[in-house]
């Protein structure tokens, strides 16, 4: 199964290598604020027929990559996959965002884990394609959302900026809750070894709303479950490196990074500087400009990221966004933004 694939700067720069300039791709690099995106999006019925069609998925994912000549490419689809296969049904509703049918807690056992590979297979086949169609300097990284960020879409139907409704479901039957964990975390690592399988090179695990948890949930529900699933897929298939992205995780960092031990961590916009510092000692870091500063352009834009290249130029460093990028990015700034990045710093 292992074949031989190609060491890239971002791959030797998530295992501990210093590179200037830093390599850079961007979260959500595939998506709306594309022309070319709109138009093949058009194409498929759904969101989720378009992550299931090989063809326009792999197109999706090749998109930015054509454009701006990124170090790496990040698969089109969507974490949302995993509940969909395991038989949650999962609907994008224009303008409104993921819809699906709230799981209550005493019908976990109701979630199918069977049917995953199947399911998923066409997003597998457009990895395969992808991989085949990207230049050998350019990864390819796969990825899954982690257990909580999962269950906050798959318990509550739909997402809220405080996930209210998961909190209280897991604090009112946690065992039931910690059942739900433990298969999810299961799927994702199974999800990973088959993206890894299928010819991905690196892969990230979005915890997105792990800053939701308090003091005492966040090592249950966010930490352990990811430690798990980095054990498992590195038994598996040794040396693909692993990003992990505990969004707004705040002073939990540092000891989130020590008890998972991820190759990489992502940082959202608000860690600070001294923060990073301290992670690249054991581990790489990615991020994290404000995706409003690549709204704004100009002197907010440029400011931001040569603060950015300066605070982490010492140790092993990805250049990437603190979040998605959304959809009113003018594509000119994304531009500016790699000039300046690739143009390093004296
Ligand atoms: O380019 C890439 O980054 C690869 C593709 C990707 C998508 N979603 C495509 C997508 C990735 C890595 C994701 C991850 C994802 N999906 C996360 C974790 C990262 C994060 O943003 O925190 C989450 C929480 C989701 C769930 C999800 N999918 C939401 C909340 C939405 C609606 C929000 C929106 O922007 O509309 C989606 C839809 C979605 N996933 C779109 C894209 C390009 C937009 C839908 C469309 O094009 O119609």
Known sequence: MEKARP????VRALKGER???????????????????REIRSQAAGFLDFCYTPKLA???????????????????SDILVIPD?????????????????????????????????????????????TRAALPDETSLIGFAGAPWTLATYMVAGRT??????????????????DRLI??????????????????????????????ALDTLAFPRWSEKPIARIVAMVRDKRPGVPIIVFPRNAGD????????????????????????????????CVQG????????????????????????FRDGPFVFNLGHGIVPETPIAHVEEMVRRVRRGIE
């Open 7 to 10: 060491s890239t700067r971002f």
């Open 19 to 37: 590179a200037s300039p830093p390599p850079i791709w961007m979260m959500r690099q595939a998506g709306r604020y594309l022309p070319e995106y």
């Open 58 to 76: 792999s197109e999706a994912t090749l998109q930015p990559i054509r454009r701006f000549g990124f170090d790496a490419a990040i698969l089109f």
């Open 85 to 129: 296969a395991l038989g949650q049904g999962v609907r994008f509703e224009e303008g409104v965002g993921p819809r699906l049918d709230p799981l209550p807690l005493d019908r976990v056992s109701d979630l199918d884990r069977s049917r995953l590979a199947d399911h998923l297979a066409p997003v597998y086949e457009a990895i395969e394609r």
């Open 160 to 177: 809220s900026p405080d996930q209210a409704p998961t909190r209280r479901a897991a604090f009112g039957d946690p065992v039931r809750f």
């Open 182 to 211: 433990d298969l999810l975390a299961d799927a994702v690592a199974q999800h990973l070894v088959a993206q890894i399988d299928a010819g991905c090179d690196a892969l990230q695990i979005f915890d997105s709303w792990a800053g």
């Open 252 to 283: 939990r960092l540092l000891d989130f990074a020590a008890k998972v031990r991820p190759d990489a961590v992502g940082l959202d916009w608000s860690v600070g500087f001294e923060t990073g510092r301290r992670l690249q000692k054991a581990a």
């Open 288 to 311: 994290n400009l404000d995706p409003m500063r690549l709204v704004a352009g100009g002197p907010a834009l440029a400011e931001g990221v040569d603060t950015i290249l300066e605070a």
